[in-house]
């Protein structure tokens, strides 16, 4: 079953501008990740953030998590057209020792 | 440091044949992840590896799928007899100790079963 559920589904944006992807969960967590897909490749980890933790910065991105509304945000700043790829979020429930992807966001830069 | 790897990149069976698929992790990862992926979804995990032990395969159909990891090191992945529904990307992980760290992905193997 999902755990993870990004949103939205597909998202297009120009070149240099700002892109904000979304995730929910339904279950407590020890942390949630955040994975890049580019097509017919393996995924690429961006980011983890632990429960205990509200915001995480690498380079141009920015990662919120709320634990009280069960959702975290993912921010690309000025966006690239290599940054054109899946999104997904993965979180680790409290109670099982496995991750739970969702159905990603597929993000589109254009030049 | 090398990345995952995995062979072969592309497979195309008939129904009711089997197909095995090899990953190696990178080198000092104890843990050890196959993955599911159907087209326009995210992984779903089949099974799980610490060192040479398996600590998860609760969504491992057993009745088709095996896996083994070898001395704790590279694993196999087996499906005996495929289904028209196996036709998916199985991707292979691997993580320094739990699951509470992030994952390095090898490039996958793209299953097509007709």
């Known amino acids: 079953s999902q755990q993870g559920e990004e949103d939205p589904q597909a998202l297009s944006i120009q070149e240099g501008e700002n892109a904000t992807m979304n995730c929910s969960y339904k279950t407590s967590i020890n942390n949630l990740q955040w994975y890049r897909q580019n097509s017919g490749r393996g995924l690429v980890h961006l980011i983890l953030?632990?429960?205990?933790?509200r915001e995480k910065h690498s380079g141009r991105l920015r990662v919120t998590l709320d634990t009280s509304k069960k959702s975290s945000s993912l921010l690309i700043t000025a966006s690239r057209a290599a940054d054109t790829a899946s999104y997904f979020c993965?979180?680790?429930?409290?109670?099982?020792?496995?991750?739970?992807f969702g159905s990603g966001t597929q993000l589109t830069v254009l030049p | 440091e090398a990345g995952v790897a995995q062979s072969p990149r592309y497979k195309i069976i008939e129904k009711r044949q089997s197909v095995a698929f090899w990953c190696n992790p990178i080198s000092g990862h104890a843990t050890l992840y196959w993955y599911q992926q159907i087209l326009g979804q995210g992984p779903k995990l089949l099974i799980q590896f610490q060192n040479n032990g398996v600590v998860d395969d609760s969504q491992l159909p057993k009745d088709r799928f095996s896996a083994e990891r070898l001395k704790g090191v590279d694993s196999t992945l087996k499906i005996q007899p495929a289904k028209l529904e196996d036709s998916a990307v199985y991707l292979c992980?691997?993580?320094?100790?739990?699951?509470?760290?992030?994952?390095?992905f090898g490039p996958g193997t793209r299953l097509t079963v007709t």
């Open positions: 953030i632990r429960s205990n933790e």
């Open positions: 993965a979180t680790e429930p409290g109670s099982a020792r496995q991750l739970t």
């Open positions: 992980a691997s993580s320094r100790q739990t699951v509470s760290y992030e994952q390095y």
